[in-house]
């Protein structure tokens, strides 16, 4: 086996009230579902609960609070996509720092609507973005040896 992918859920409640047109909404309860797709970055035995305790100690300060009191969100509209994006952000380096390669989050805060954030299509993006500029430099040059 080449690699072992795993999948951790996670679960916060935690109220919010979005902006929406300009104007606060009501504020509501969610309790967020939050699963991260990983993949094992070393050979040895990892014992999971490192990683679990981790990201629940992350996850604490939101835990029965008010979003819009907490940074960054009492500035940024706490709507699923931008929670998302910050807890994707700060779990990263979390998890990286611990060895993990950080695949995928996914956020939901009804079983309905996920929100999902894939770092393989962000790393594709970036590959492409590369090779778009590497073409450009090669096509750039082709053109000054006709001149």
Known sequence: MRYQQYKFKFYMDARHAIYIGGKLGEVHPHTWEIVLHVVKGKENFEPFHILEKAVEEFLEPFQNNYLNDIKPFDILNPTI???????????????????????????????????????????????????????????????????
């Open 81 to 147: 996509e931008n929670v998302c994006l910050y807890f994707k952000e700060k779990l990263q380096e979390i998890l990286n720092a611990m060895g993990w390669i950080f695949l995928m989050i996914e956020m939901s805060e009804t079983p309905g609507r996920t929100y999902v954030i894939s770092m393989l299509d962000e790393q594709e993006m970036e590959q492409n973005q590369t090779v778009q500029t590497l073409t450009d430099l090669i096509l750039d040059e082709i053109k000054h040896i006709g001149e």
